[in-house]
């Protein structure tokens, strides 16, 4: 149980454009997904919360409106790089959360690059 | 808000012998503490967690503990493998349920 799944696994795209990932949580719902972002080498960086039904919740430093989040039901959260750029390019990471309780689940990751 | 400070940052050791890995949290009201394992390119596995409630939970070859009092909690793996060569995270949520994560420690298993 608690299977979390993300898609494209890589991508990908030209300066400039857009580019949309999905997260889905396959055997369970999910009030709250979490997506991140994680350079080489490094630990996770939270990028925002994202909860079913409303806005989601920008960390600090986060642009809100280059990085769209959209929680359309308890199963699928997607984000949108928009107007990405080389800096960008990155491995983003999805994780959902069944029960509030603390547990994430993470999914398989977006190798994401900018060219 | 919640800081998790992890050590050591690489660790290296002979198989069969025992790893740990420390981390130390802030706020005294995290209630749960994950431990993750990231293979290289890929996906954090949840591999072990405890709850504030207990001060030791095992499965199998790994184990963690955690002193409230102090504010530390730690991974151990006993009898280690090559397969268990891979990066560790520790975790604790901060007032709003996010994880806050550790910098990771680089765990290699020399056969």
């Known amino acids: 149980g608690a299977v979390v799944s993300q898609h494209p696994s890589r991508v990908i795209c030209k300066s400039g454009t857009s580019v949309k990932i999905e997260c889905r949580s396959l055997d369970f719902q999910a009030t709250t997904m979490f997506w991140y972002r994680q350079f080489p080498k490094q630990s996770l960086m939270l990028m925002a919360t994202s909860n079913e039904g409303s806005k989601a919740t920008y960390e600090q430093g986060v642009e809100k409106d280059k990085f769209l989040i959209n929680h359309a039901s308890l199963t699928l959260s997607t984000l949108t790089v928009t107007s990405a750029h080389p800096e960008d390019s990155s491995f983003y990471i999805c994780s959902a959360s069944p029960s509030g309780g603390g547990e994430q689940y993470f999914g398989p990751g977006t190798r994401l690059t900018v060219t | 808000g919640e800081n998790v400070e992890q050590h050591p940052s690489t660790l290296s050791v002979q198989e069969g012998d025992s790893a740990v890995i420390k981390c130390t949290y802030s706020?005294?009201?995290?209630?749960?503490f994950p431990w993750y394992k990231q293979e290289l390119g890929k996906r954090p596995q949840l591999i072990i967690d405890i709850r504030s409630n207990v001060g030791e939970k095992k499965d199998q070859r790994i184990a963690v503990t955690l002193n409230k009092t102090a504010k530390h909690f730690s991974l151990h793996i006993t009898e280690t493998q090559p397969e268990d060569s891979a990066v560790y995270f520790c975790a604790a949520p901060d007032s709003s349920y996010k994880l806050i994560f550790g910098s990771g420690t680089r765990l290699l298993v020399r056969p």
């Open positions: 706020d005294s009201a995290s209630n749960y």
